[in-house]
């Protein structure tokens, strides 16, 4: 399932079902989030949502910081009502070391480098530039999700 406050064909044709946010939160094990930081987006994550989430769950932010509440997500990762979380981007950067989720055995981090590693920035600039050869011969855009008339 996905939320999307703008979603299109392209993202049914992949397979995801169209939710409501609230929706999301109720139903998903593991959410992972995908939005930049916006005035819609700041804090969009916080107690409401996380209480809304099914006991056990998951809570992925590779995004942006400032989408998710930290303290409000500390508390439901102590308090165990989600059982982990993880997270590339903080609100503030670099991290305090006394940053409340840093203490916590059920919360991963990278320090807003999860993918600069040698290997993804190959596999990254490799894929890339495959894609572009393909566009320029096919006019084809290879994973597009919003592409108008795909």
Request: hydrophobic share 45%; with cysteine; charged share 20%.
């Amino acid at each position: 399932i996905a939320y999307d406050p703008h979603p299109v064909e392209a993202s049914r044709r992949v397979g995801a079902q169209i939710v409501p946010l609230d929706e999301l939160f109720r139903r998903a094990d593991i959410v992972s989030l995908h939005v930049p930081l916006a005035d819609g987006t700041r804090n969009l994550v916080g107690r409401p949502q996380l209480k809304a989430m099914r006991k056990g769950g998951f809570l992925v932010n590779c995004a942006r910081g400032g989408i998710v509440d930290e303290a409000a997500l500390a508390e439901a990762l102590r308090d165990g009502t989600l059982a982990g979380a993880a997270m590339d981007v903080f609100a503030t950067e670099p991290v305090a070391p006394d940053h409340p989720l840093l203490s916590l055995d059920n919360f991963l981090c990278t320090p807003h480098l999860g993918a600069s590693t040698e290997e993804g920035q190959l596999a990254c600039a490799s894929q890339l530039a495959e894609q572009l050869v393909e566009y320029a011969r096919t006019g084809h855009v290879r994973h597009a999700i919003n592409v108008p008339g795909h």
